[in-house]
Every structure is written in structure tokens, then in C-alpha cells.
């Protein structure tokens, strides 16, 4: 009876030494795939946000022929999602025009964290510098810094995974920013420090809009481009779009 326990205990401990040595394997190989990255599959919401030049006049309903304003936006969207139709992406635009970081704080929750983006663009500090050179609700270099972080820290508690493309805000001396330029480059150029070092920390996209705006003046004037200071033409939108998919691509493979 004792030998015919042992040979039993004998069985059971080989049966269960067999069935962790083929469960170990299996563990290790899942843990050595990686995990699907999103960023190249399908169903991404890519979501716009920021001030004027991204609101492009989108229209507030839901029809598909005016959606996406008419800006860089809209030429981002209608190539990538003619070019990729395969992975039903889902564009939003909601910059609205006169916008500050102070104002995207008040509707962060409705117009970004409750669409729940999986790439994040913003574009937004032409306003802020406004208010501090027209002296009117200003928003200091400090106060932009300090609210574009809250606004950032909340969106990747939201979505750790969430790809942020932070947007240099630009200008060019033209009209009224020609006339008051040293005013106008002196706080823009802190905004641009704000930006770059936000997207460092932040592990964000960062777009030179203003580097792109610069080397353009080598092949046609300011107003070209930029028709008052700030607001794009057709061709600069174009330049955005442009710059704004080369920076992006090197994160979303998918893009060409």
C-alpha cells in the first residue's frame, strides 16, 4: 500500500512539475510581445484645439462639408483620411476663435476630455500675448505656462497614452504687428520657450510653426503667408498642414 502511494505522489508531482514547466514558457512569451500600439491602428480620434487659427470658421452642426473649418485642420484631415480610409479615423475640430489657455481651462472638460482624444494637437498663446500688450485680462508667460500644464496633466490622467502635438504659436511683422514689434516678438518668443519646453516634458509632438513662417520669407514676403501677423493665408495654412504631418508621421507610422 506505502509503495502504491508513493509511486501515486511520484505521478501527481511529475504532472505538476510537467504543467508549470509548459505554463512558464507560454507566460514569457506573452510578456515578451508587445502590447498593440493604437497609434497605428484604427478608430483614432485626432482632435484640434486651440484659438482662431484652428477654428477656421468649423461649423457648430453636423454636417461633413464644413466640419472642419477651412485651415490647416482641414487640410490635415482631408488628406490623412483620404489617404487612410482603411482606419475610419475620426477628426474634431474645437478652436474657437478669440481663445486663450485660460479659456481652453473653462471648456477643457466638455470640448476635450469628455471627446476623449487619442492625439491631442493645440495651437494656442496668440491671444495670451494680446492680452498682456493690449493690457486687457492679461495672461502672463508665467499664468500661460502654469494653466497649459494643468490642462496637459489632465489630459494624461485621463489617457496615459494620449499623443499630445504641441503647436508653436508664430507671428510675422505685419499690420499691426509690424507696428508694435519688439512689443509683440518680445512676449511671443517667451510662449515659444513655454511650448518647446512643455513638449520635452511632456514627451509631446513639437511643431516649429515659426521656423517654417521664417524660412518662407525666402521665397515670398511676410504678407504672403501670414496676411496680418497671425492669421494665416491659404498658402501658409498649407505650410502648417505640412510641417504639422512631417512632425506627427514620426509617431503615427501610418501616416505618409
Known sequence: MDNLKDSRRSFLKKIAVAGATTLVPQALMAASVPAPDKL?????????????????????????????????????????????????????????????????????????????????????????????????????????????????????????????VLCEPFILPVGRIEQQWEAWHSDVVQRQEVVKRLATDYKAVFVPFQKVFDKALAKAPASYWIWDGVHPTVPGHELMAREWMK??????RFFK
Open 247 to 252: 512632425q506627427v508621421k514620426r509617431k503615427l
Open 40 to 164: 497605428d491602428g484604427k478608430g483614432l480620434t485626432i482632435l484640434f484645439q486651440g484659438d482662431s487659427i484652428t477654428d477656421g470658421k468649423w461649423g457648430r452642426n453636423h454636417d461633413p462639408n464644413h466640419i472642419m473649418g477651412h485651415g490647416y485642420a482641414f487640410s490635415i484631415a482631408s488628406r490623412v483620411g483620404a489617404d487612410h480610409p482603411d482606419k475610419n479615423l475620426l477628426f474634431l475640430n474645437r478652436g474657437i476663435s478669440g481663445n486663450k489657455v485660460t479659456d481652453l481651462e473653462q471648456r477643457w472638460q466638455t470640448d476635450t476630455l469628455d471627446l476623449k482624444p487619442d492625439v491631442l494637437s493645440i495651437l494656442v498663446g496668440i491671444n495670451d500675448a494680446a492680452s498682456v500688450i493690449q493690457q486687457q485680462n492679461a495672461v502672463t508667460v508665467a499664468q500661460y505656462e502654469s494653466v497649459y500644464r494643468t490642462l496637459l496633466d489632465q489630459m494624461q490622467q485621463q489617457n496615459p497614452d494620449v499623443l499630445l
